[in-house]
T-cell receptor, first 111, second 115 residues
Framework: DAKTTQPPSMDCAEGRAANLPCNHSTISGNEYVYWYRQIHSQGPQYIIHGLKNNETNEMASLIITEDRKSSTLILPHATLRDTAVYYC????????????FGEGTQLTVNP | NAGVTQTPKFQVLKTGQSMTLQCAQD?????MSWYRQDPGMGLRLIHY???????DQGEVPNGYNVSRSTTEDFPLRLLSAAPSQTSVYFCATSGFLGGAYNEQFFGPGTRLTVL
């Protein structure tokens, strides 16, 4: 699976959009980008995934660059409950089952 | 519908003791896996299973055994506990539908300390 690079920490004001970047320059054509988050040592929670098109669901939007070497997770209106570690994961899928977690980005949403 | 359950929530062992961490799911998912998470680090895959009777090693399998006799249960056995196995252990499951694995659902974790 391709390696990902994320900033170790970010801050965001409550109510503003949080934009979390991820670099995956070695991604191959059949690899998907997944985002999970982990709130205060709970089990990780799935957020969203995509292959090459931008994706949106009730939690977030995922923007993938045209060359697929990087992506951005957008939380449109961050709340204090969005404070968590966010993991960007690239994996062979959707038939690939294994997830490889890096160290993620600690997002802190401030009041 | 309890989702993914793990027992116990907390456990303290002495070096050399053995124990089994339990994971159960009621979502009829084929795929189950075990991860460990050390302080300040991401999760690392220990073992996984794509169905009853089938298991395989992940990134850090040494010192752990698994078996999958039923779809619902995927126990993780520590053979002879070592302080290096002090960690938080997460179980995860995923369904396989339409030729694809869906999102993984994680349990609440077991916090293990080995003295």
């Amino acid at each position: 699976d391709a390696k990902t690079t994320q900033p170790p920490s970010m801050d965001c004001a409550e109510g503003r959009a949080a934009n979390l970047p991820c670099n995956h320059s070695t991604i191959s054509g059949n690899e998907y980008v997944y985002w999970y988050r982990q709130i205060h040592s709970q089990g990780p929670q799935y957020i969203i995934h995509g292959l090459k098109n931008n994706e949106t669901n009730e939690m977030a939007s995922l923007i993938i660059t045209e060359d697929r070497k990087s992506s951005t997770l957008i939380l449109p209106h961050a709340t204090l409950r969005d404070t968590a570690v966010y993991y960007c994961i690239v994996r062979v899928g959707p038939s690939g089952s294994r997830l490889t977690f890096g160290e993620g980005t600690q997002l802190t949403v401030n009041p | 519908n309890a989702g993914v359950t793990q027992t116990p929530k907390f456990q303290v062992l002495k070096t050399g003791q053995s124990m089994t961490l339990q994971c159960a799911q009621d979502m009829n998912h084929e795929y189950m896996s075990w991860y460990r998470q050390d302080p300040g680090m991401g999760l690392r895959l220990i073992h996984y299973s794509v169905g009853a009777g089938i298991t395989d090693q992940g990134e850090v399998p040494n010192g752990y055994n698994v078996s999958r006799s039923t779809t619902e249960d995927f126990p993780l056995r520590l053979l002879s506990a070592a302080p290096s196995q002090t960690s938080v252990y997460f179980c995860a499951t995923s369904g396989f539908l339409g030729g694809a694995y869906n999102e993984q659902f994680f349990g609440p974790g077991t916090r293990l300390t080995v003295l």
